[in-house]
Antibody, heavy 118, light 107 residues
Framework: EVQLVQSGAEVRKPGESLRISCEAS????????IGWVRQMPGKGLEWMGI????????RYSPSFEGQVIISADKSITTAYLQWNSLKASDTAMYFC???????????WGQGTLVTVSS | SFDLTQPPSVSVSPGQTAMITCSGD??????SYWYQQKPGQAPLLVIY???ERPSGIPERFSGSSSGTTVTLTISGVQAEDEADYYC??????????FGGGTKLTVL
């Protein structure tokens, strides 16, 4: 059974760094892209970017390029979303999801709530 | 990059048919996907590759495509179908975009 389990909720101050995780199981982690999706409070889904764990290739939405870092460690089947300097506007729920060429994003993590407040 | 446009809201009475559209110039060249999201939950895939239905999704959900517009149709809407619905498309470079989302209200 494919499962994506995300790390727990985080509260940080503006300017701080953060890395959240998405641990995958039930399939060959190296062979499927993992994407990250932002959902700000009361707003829609926004595609942020994607990583291929097999070779760590990444693609970013123009809106998020340079704002976050997406990575993966295939040795522990975990993908990451990282900020070096958080802003209040980064407050949102973040989802990871597995990308497949047939079903696109069929498998999702449960979401990680990130709150950035002074 | 490309854009996908959805109506903000659609309202129907139980038993009627709901149609949610998604428009974008890239859609004739790329597959579309539809997701249902209920409050506090992760999105759920309800249609893939324009009109295919994943196993476990009720037959009342269907998808179609015509030119630059794709449509999610829910026939015989039930109260449990009330949710936000998002279209998604991915280009050949692997970049994806979501539509802005449509809130389906069952009156």
């Amino acid at each position: 059974e494919v499962q994506l389990v995300q790390s727990g909720a985080e509260v940080r101050k503006p300017g701080e760094s953060l890395r959240i995780s998405c641990e995958a199981s039930g399939y060959n982690f190296s062979n499927y892209w993992i994407g990250w999706v932002r959902q700000m409070p009361g707003k829609g889904l926004e595609w942020m970017g994607i990583v291929y764990p097999g070779d760590s290739e990444t693609r970013y939405s123009p809106s998020f390029e340079g704002q976050v870092i997406i990575s993966a460690d295939k040795s522990i089947t975990t993908a990451y979303l990282q900020w070096n300097s958080l802003k209040a506007s980064d407050t949102a729920m973040y989802f990871c999801a597995r990308y497949g060429y047939t079903y696109a994003y069929a498998y999702w993590g449960q979401g990680t709530l990130v709150t950035v407040s002074s | 990059s490309f854009d996908l446009t959805q109506p903000p809201s659609v309202s129907v009475s139980p038993g009627q048919t709901a149609m949610i559209t998604c428009s974008g110039d890239a859609l004739p060249m790329q597959f579309s996907y539809w997701y249902q999201q209920k409050p506090g939950q992760a999105p759920l895939l309800v249609i893939y590759k324009d009109h295919e239905r994943p196993s476990g999704i009720p037959e009342r959900f269907s998808g179609s495509s015509s030119g630059t517009t794709v449509t999610l149709t829910i026939s015989g809407v039930q109260a449990e179908d009330e949710a936000d619905y998002y279209c998604l498309s991915t280009d050949s470079a692997g970049t994806s975009v979501f539509g802005g989302g449509t809130k389906l209200t069952v009156l």
